[in-house]
């Protein structure tokens, strides 16, 4: 099943657990450890992975805008993650903001896109 996932990343007393038919709790650590090493702060730091919306919610045809903001509006920081399909590519997105559906687009210096391997965490490509 190819899906699309917001995620909510809350710092957490615990290792990263996550509700997703796309990553496993081993993408999850990945993930993290590369949160921890852009974020000065955040060396002490757990995360916990709280999911927010699921594409494949809805028979597979993913999810309109509207539902979109209904779910994700005004949380954050979130991850995004999207399977590309008949592949073991794996793309997205960190935001540490808010998402909001008004004002004007703001852009922060810890945000950053990704692509995993599903089966092979070796080469993991991150983008500022």
Sequence with gaps: NDSNVITKVNSANSDPMIDSRIINPEHASLLVEFIKGIKEDAFGTSYDF?????????????FKEGTFYESCEEKGPTITFARVKNTNEIL??????????????????????FSLDKNDLKNPIFSK
């Design 50 to 62: 709280n999911l927010l919306i699921r594409g494949t919610d809805n028979g597979n045809n993913g």
């Design 92 to 113: 997205g997105g960190f935001n540490t903001l808010k998402w909001k559906s008004y004002g004007t687009t703001i852009c922060d210096k810890e945000n950053f896109i």
